[in-house]
């Protein structure tokens, strides 16, 4: 087998080779295909950027930091990173785009995402709220065949990279149901969004207004992760209730949950398929 990008980083942090060496164990065909078109996709966002493998392992080590602090926090008072009275951690957006990428080929329930969103069958077009560095809206075109979809993206620091890799214009604001008229979306991308918002209940009923019924909503939310950037933390089974209460149709819905080596925090990812029914 041909050596990957991954393979050059891995040389160079055992703990990243252990949890890459999770992941890669017992990989379907498919999944094979998905691991190494992510990893080629961080090799195009570095060569893109000009950025050399010292600052991928830097900014992924100073993410790690920080987390584990938020964890062992966490652990002795219960309480959440933005429920401490602390100094804000931050990240460059490039730095976080790396961490985001590499997550996808290091962590299991990251991956378990990719290959989720990877295997839906998807018609129409398409709103992706907070879209990142990328890798999901390019694992929707690769993966599903959807390279000529109508998309909108919302996300309030657009990628240069993004826009110009996929020649789409993202718009650079928060997404608001008053920009589109009602009911134009057939698929709606929520990929780790909730729970940096300070409302998500009320953006899941904005959305609700945007989408077409009978039509789909795919949703990942966190449970129980202390992380610096998150605004509101999900217990598992609320954001089930909340889309029922919603009048969304539950059609697929699974837990994933995360393997620490130095925690006992009990967290996971929901990951959710619902359709808006005429109710």
């Not at 804000?88 to 378990?112: A, C, G, H, N, Q």
Request: proline letters at 2%.
């Amino acid at each position: 087998m041909f050596e990957m990008f991954i393979d050059k980083l891995i040389k160079q942090d055992k703990l990243l080779e252990f949890q890459c060496s999770r992941v890669l164990s017992n990989l379907s065909d498919f999944e094979n295909k998905l691991y190494e078109y992510i990893d080629n996709y961080l090799l195009e966002y570095c060569e893109f950027h000009n950025l050399d493998e010292d600052l991928i392992l830097k900014s992924r080590s100073k993410f790690i930091l920080e987390y584990t602090n938020d964890l062992k926090n966490f652990t002795e008072t219960g309480l959440y990173p933005f429920e401490l009275k602390k100094s804000k951690f931050y990240l460059s957006r490039i730095e976080y785009d790396l961490v985001l990428i590499l997550s996808f080929l290091s962590e299991l329930y990251r991956f378990k995402i990719a290959s989720w969103l990877a295997s839906q069958k998807y018609k129409g077009n398409f709103l992706i709220i907070g879209c990142g560095p990328g890798v999901e809206l390019g694992i929707i075109k690769e993966f599903c065949g959807l390279n000529n979809a109508d998309f909108m993206i919302h996300d309030t620091e657009p990628s240069f990279f993004v826009q110009k890799k996929f020649g789409l214009k993202i718009k650079a604001e928060y997404f608001n149901k008053l920009l589109y008229p009602k009911e134009r979306f057939e698929n709606i991308i929520l990929i780790e969004i909730l729970e940096h918002l300070y409302e998500p209940f009320k953006f899941l009923e904005d959305i609700q207004c945007v989408l077409k019924k009978d039509n789909f909503i795919y949703l990942t939310t966190a449970n129980n992760i202390p992380q610096f950037d998150h605004l509101y933390n999900f217990k598992i089974g609320e954001i089930k209730k909340s889309l029922k209460n919603l009048s969304f149709d539950i059609k697929t819905y699974e837990i994933v949950k995360h393997l620490y080596l130095f925690s006992e925090v009990d967290a996971s990812n929901e990951l959710i398929m619902a359709t808006k029914n005429h109710t």
